[in-house]
């Protein structure tokens, strides 16, 4: 089993900073993919952020230019710095890991709790 455990978001005022964190622990296999989604208030979970092992990222085109993710092997952590802010960022943002076996198409999808993220205007 895996547990993921995130910690940071909060309240800020628009144009501010917050960083969130996701510490991955239990059976992860060598290949994975961290990364944030986000669920807004009456809208579905989108992808935010993503990074692989390797250090490949991929944004949402809505936090381009303003989010950096990064991740750390050694930990098994992702981070999420988001500068920046607008109101519209406003969710509760989930960690995720994805992770399988070398040679395997059999993929794990494992979740955090979700933490808030509240931006006012």
């Known amino acids: 089993q895996v547990q993921l455990v995130e910690s940071g978001g909060g309240l800020v005022q628009a144009g501010g900073s917050l960083s969130l964190s996701c510490a991955a622990s239990g059976n992860i296999f060598s290949i994975n993919t961290m990364g944030w989604y986000r669920r807004a208030p009456g809208k579905q979970r989108e992808l935010v952020a993503t990074v692989t092992r390797g250090g490949n990222t991929d944004y949402a085109d809505s936090v381009k230019g303003r989010f950096t993710i990064s991740g750390d092997n050694n930990k098994d952590t992702v981070y999420l710095q988001m500068n920046s802010l607008k109101p519209e960022d406003t969710a509760v943002y989930y960690c995720?890991?994805?992770?399988?076996?070398?040679?395997?198409?059999?993929?794990?999808?494992?979740w955090g709790q979700g933490t808030q993220v509240t931006v006012s205007s």
């Open positions: 995720n890991l994805r992770t399988r076996r070398p040679h395997s198409v059999t993929t794990y999808d494992y």
